[in-house]
């Protein structure tokens, strides 16, 4: 039996029941949670890096956005909070989608 020690989407144990195959899970405590969340997404962004084709790179990022979504209550926030610091910082220092690549900055 394999052993995979990770954070799964919620209906992956009911996946698992609906093929016969026997499984272990828990529920993780929050802190617990945070840091599994925190784990996933670096698979995630590392699954986004390797993708070669548009179907996939937004697979990728759907998993990407629904781990966020699950960091936020843990934060005790919202989406619409976490937007409006995004608009915020944007409206501050930009986005990203002009593709801006800093070489160097010259010390005064």
């Known amino acids: 039996m394999p052993v995979y020690n990770k954070l799964v989407r919620d209906l992956i144990p009911q996946v698992i029941d609906n093929s016969g195959s026997k499984f272990t899970t828990r529920t993780l405590d929050p802190s617990e949670h945070l840091t599994e969340i ?8 590392q699954e986004f890096q390797e993708t070669m084709n548009h179907q996939d790179a937004l697979e990728e990022l759907a998993d990407i956005l629904e781990l966020i979504h699950a960091a936020l209550p843990i934060h005790e926030a919202t989406y619409e909070d976490l937007e409006k610091i995004r608009i915020a910082k944007k409206e501050k220092r ?8 800093l070489i160097e900055v010259e010390d005064e």
Not at 38 to 45: I, P
Not at 94 to 101: P, R, T
């Open 38 to 45: 925190k784990k996933k997404l670096y698979e995630e962004v």
């Open 94 to 101: 930009g986005g990203f989608e002009e593709g801006i690549y």
